[in-house]
């Protein structure tokens, strides 16, 4: 049998290396253990994103439950998928929830059959249409799509977080080899749809026009995405463990 391969990430309340499956349960015991008693609380969601079809990408988040969907939809651009403005819309029980942006890809909703009604998100509350346990979905862009799955995995009273929306936990970068020798790539080749490392990547025909950076996101590769729009949401360090191996 094959070895389950784990993704691991990073706690940024304490600073250690996680699995993905056991982050919810640390991020949990760690945050009582780690976080000063606050003398105002209030209703928290801790809430799993990763990418739909790319799991491997993955974060968690602690929000006000009188936050807005807008406000998480601002959130995932941001660190993950904000290249040209595009629509995006969160699917929560059969309800879609709308951003309209006014840019040319609304023209896409009627081209894929996706006219119907939506609801939108900037009056929409988080507890309004969540609750522990539920899985909803998001789509950015609905003509080069990203599809990211989120879940509401914990629940708690404590402190509001700075701007709506607290990191908690996000995967280390993965390490992929480059096509062309193995080593670290950093460069996609939008064209074949291969990875280079940056030596290689220099010595492509097709170096000016075809190569998009390989970020730390769902979305690497797609569109004209080369990385989160605010620095403080960076975050490329790949996983340490692997890098010592030279993997």
């Known amino acids: 049998m094959a070895a389950r391969n784990v993704s691991y990430g ?23 253990a780690h976080e000063p008693e606050a003398k105002r609380k209030e209703r928290l969601f801790l809430i799993r994103a990763e990418g739909r079809y790319a799991p491997g990408y993955w974060l968690y988040l602690e929000m006000p439950a009188r936050a807005t969907l807008a406000d998480l939809d601002g959130f995932l651009r941001d660190i993950w998928l904000e290249c040209c403005g595009h629509l995006s819309a969160f699917e929560i ?7 309209d942006t ?27 249409v969540l609750q ?24 708690r009273e404590g402190p509001h977080p700075r701007g709506n929306v607290r990191l908690l936990a996000r995967n280390y970068a993965p390490i992929y080899p480059c096509s062309q020798c193995g080593a670290p790539a950093k460069w996609i080749n939008v064209y074949e749809g291969e990875l280079y490392c940056q030596e290689h990547a220099e010595e492509s025909e097709d170096w000016e ?20 729009s605010r620095r403080s949401l960076a ?10 191996q030279g993997q």
Request: net charge negative; proline share 5%; hydrophobic share 35%.
């Open 132 to 155: 522990l346990g539920q899985t909803f979905y998001h789509e950015y862009d609905f003509g080069t799509t990203t599809h990211l799955k989120l879940q509401v995995v914990g629940e």
């Open 93 to 99: 029980d059969d309800v879609r929830y709308k951003l």
């Open 209 to 228: 026009e075809a190569f998009l950076p390989l970020v730390n996101s769902p979305r690497a590769g797609e569109c004209g995405y080369t990385g989160p």
């Open 10 to 32: 990073k706690c940024f309340v304490c600073g250690k290396r996680v699995a993905k499956s056991g982050m919810a349960r640390h991020l949990q015991q760690c945050l009582s």
């Open 235 to 244: 975050f490329e360090e790949p996983d340490p463990v692997l890098s010592a």
């Open 102 to 128: 006014d840019m040319v890809d609304g023209m896409w909703e009627g081209i894929f059959g996706r006219s119907r009604r939506a609801l939108a998100m900037e009056e929409t509350r988080l507890d309004s």
